[in-house]
């Protein structure tokens, strides 16, 4: 039908409809972090502070771009949480219809890596094996 467009999900904080991409991307992230700032910390996805500088789109790729926190070494220690975390951002953005890929920089530049396991220098798609419950990450 025609109508079902209007509904809303329940316990959908964010109204996404008829945003562009850019400003859903920007939205679900900015809940990323403010869940995660609020996580214990071994729970967080981003270091605290992290902020959200902008969104770009290209294409299907979705361009995040952080402040400096967000490239605390200490916080990318351990490489499987280095992956859950990057890929927690890349999997929410990957959802909005339209995203591929995700490019993440720090403040403008581009970044190797933020804990040396997961490459950022090209985008990243989607990762189905985090989605599976006793899968962590990996694939090589």
Same mark, same amino acid.
């Given at each position: 039908g025609d109508h079902d467009r209007a509904d809303e999900k329940p316990g959908e904080p964010v109204d996404l409809?008829?945003?562009?991409?850019v400003e859903r991307a920007k939205a679900?992230?900015?809940?990323? =972090? $403010?869940?995660? #700032?609020?996580?214990?910390a071994d $729970?967080?996805?981003?270091?605290?502070?992290?902020?959200?500088?902008?969104?770009?789109?290209?294409? #299907?790729?979705?361009t995040?771009?952080?402040n400096s926190v967000m490239n605390t070494p200490e916080f990318w220690s351990g490489s499987?949480?280095? *992956?859950?975390?990057? *890929?927690? =951002?890349?999997?929410?953005v990957t959802?909005?219809?339209?995203v591929k890929s995700v490019l993440i $920089? =720090?403040? #403008?530049?581009?970044?190797?890596s933020l804990g040396g396991h997961v490459m950022l220098d090209e985008p990243l798609e989607k990762d189905e094996t985090i989605m599976k419950p006793g899968k962590t990450g990996g694939r090589r």
């Open positions: 409809q008829g945003t562009k991409p679900l992230i900015e809940a990323l =972090i $403010r869940r995660s #700032d609020t996580s214990e $729970r967080r996805v981003v270091p605290l502070g992290t902020e959200l500088l902008g969104v770009t789109t290209e294409g #299907d790729t979705v995040l771009n952080f499987e949480h280095e *992956y859950l975390a990057v *890929y927690a =951002i890349v999997n929410t959802q909005v219809p339209g $920089r =720090i403040e #403008d530049q581009e970044v190797e």
